[in-house]
Nanobody, 125 residues
Framework: QVQLVESGGGLVQAGGSLRLSCAAS????????MGWFRQAPGKEREFVAD????????YYADSVKGRFTISRDNAKNTVYLQMNSLKPEDTAVYYC??????????????????WGQGTQVTVSS
């Protein structure tokens, strides 16, 4: 079992930066692939980025490539999402998720086993 708690969301102006954190409890965190997803009002939850268990492979949605960076610290049981050059269209609730298949890469939310409660990110124009 893995429990996930996101933090770091808030209100920022366009062009600004935020760093989201996702703290995990449970002994299996370091073997899980981790993902960030987001959901804007009236829209489906969408993939943002993910990272394999060792951190050796990362993947990004085209909409955030070059602006967002996912990373993890297995010693701290934490995964991060550094978000730079934020745009109003990045406004959403951001969720972290854990996938027990540590070397996998999935865009589909159905393949993730554990989810956090989400943190709101609002980018003003």
């Amino acid at each position: 079992q893995v429990q996930l708690v996101e933090s770091g969301g808030g209100l920022v102006q366009a062009g600004g930066s935020l760093r989201l954190s996702c703290a995990a409890s449970g002994r299996t965190f370091s073997s899980c692939a981790m993902g960030w997803f987001r959901q804007a009002p009236g829209k489906e939850r969408e993939f943002v980025a993910d990272i394999t268990w060792s951190g050796s492979n990362t993947y990004y949605a085209d909409s955030v490539k070059g602006r967002f960076t996912i990373s993890r610290d297995n010693a701290k049981n934490t995964v991060y999402l550094q978000m730079n050059s934020l745009k109003p269209e990045d406004t959403a609730v951001y969720y972290c998720a854990a996938n027990k298949r540590g070397n996998s890469h999935y865009l589909d939310i159905r393949f993730y086993d554990y989810w956090g409660q989400g943190t709101q990110v609002t980018v003003s124009s």
